[in-house]
């Protein structure tokens, strides 16, 4: 194994999902393609690389992979515990950080979490890493609009790379979220009303939320999906 994942892992005191070090042996968690360092130019230099052979959640909603040689690096929202412990590995654009959660480990797969940085809570948003990826590459195309197609012509060349991004991740997810991921993604857009208390609206997509909570409440199944607790001690 890397020098970078046995730090980690030493760092922790457990072992690293196999998927994620598969990901990392595989060049699949390299999104800067020059050793994890930002680069000032990456849209111009380094994403048209990327295009390629999509990695790991490229395109997610709202993620961004934490370079495996800068997790030490990241301050925990949550401080590590007898009852915690979380392994950073991705953030929102707002600085909430996605974990791998060791402490509901079930058959040696870790739950992914989401903690907020500004609120004393975290939610479980699937019970393993290849769910999470799938769920995420799901939940890409539940809402398509102007910053989706930002830097594409129309929404054809967005579904273009989408399709790569299905092709590169099938070596690691099940066959029947393989299947599922393609014929999702050659859905024709359409135009769904969305009806809140107070106000309606209207969004272009592939896949509603209604669509997609019923696909993962029939393909990840779990227990704990959806829970949210607090990772701090309740004050006095």
């Given at each position: ?6 730090a980690?892992?030493?760092?922790f ?5 196999a ?5 990392y ?6 999104w800067f ?6 680069n ?8 048209p690389r990327?295009?390629q052979?999509p ?5 997610a909603?709202?993620f961004e ?8 690096e990241?301050d ?5 515990s007898?009852?915690?412990l979380?392994i ?10 996605y974990?791998?959660?060791?402490t509901l480990a ?6 992914v ?6 609120e004393?809570k975290?939610?479980?948003?699937a ?5 999470f990826?799938?769920?995420e590459m ?21 579904r ?6 299905a ?17 999702v993604y050659r859905?024709?857009?359409?135009t769904?009303?969305?009806?809140l208390?107070?106000t309606?609206?209207?969004?272009q997509?592939l ?8 696909i993962?409440a029939?393909e990840?199944?779990f ?5 949210t607790?607090?990772c701090?001690?309740?004050q006095?």
């Amino acid at each position: 194994m890397d020098s970078t994942l046995r730090a980690i892992e030493a760092h922790f005191q457990v072992p690293l999902p196999a998927l994620y070090v598969q990901l990392y042996q595989d060049g699949m968690l390299d999104w800067f393609l020059d050793g994890g360092i930002p680069n000032p130019n990456w849209y111009r230099d380094i994403y048209p690389r990327l295009r390629q052979r999509p990695p790991v959640l490229l395109y997610a909603p709202d993620f961004e992979l934490i370079a495996p040689e800068q997790v030490l690096e990241q301050d925990l929202i949550c401080e590590p515990s007898p009852d915690h412990l979380f392994i950073p590995f991705g953030t929102t654009g707002a600085g909430d950080l996605y974990c791998f959660y060791p402490t509901l480990a079930e058959n040696g797969q870790y739950p992914v979490t989401l903690t907020w940085h500004d609120e004393d809570k975290t939610e479980v948003l699937a019970p393993s890493l290849d769910a999470f990826i799938f769920r995420e590459m799901l939940a890409k195309v539940t809402a398509i609009d102007e910053y989706s197609l930002e830097g594409y012509s129309d929404f054809e060349a967005l579904r273009q790379d989408l399709l790569l991004a299905a092709d590169s991740i099938r070596p690691y997810l099940k066959p029947a979220w393989n299947n599922i991921l393609d014929t999702v993604y050659r859905l024709p857009l359409r135009t769904e009303t969305v009806v809140l208390p107070r106000t309606q609206y209207t969004i272009q997509c592939l896949l509603t939320e209604a669509e997609l909570q019923e696909i993962l409440a029939k393909e990840m199944p779990f227990t704990y999906a959806g829970h949210t607790f607090s990772c701090h001690p309740k004050q006095l």
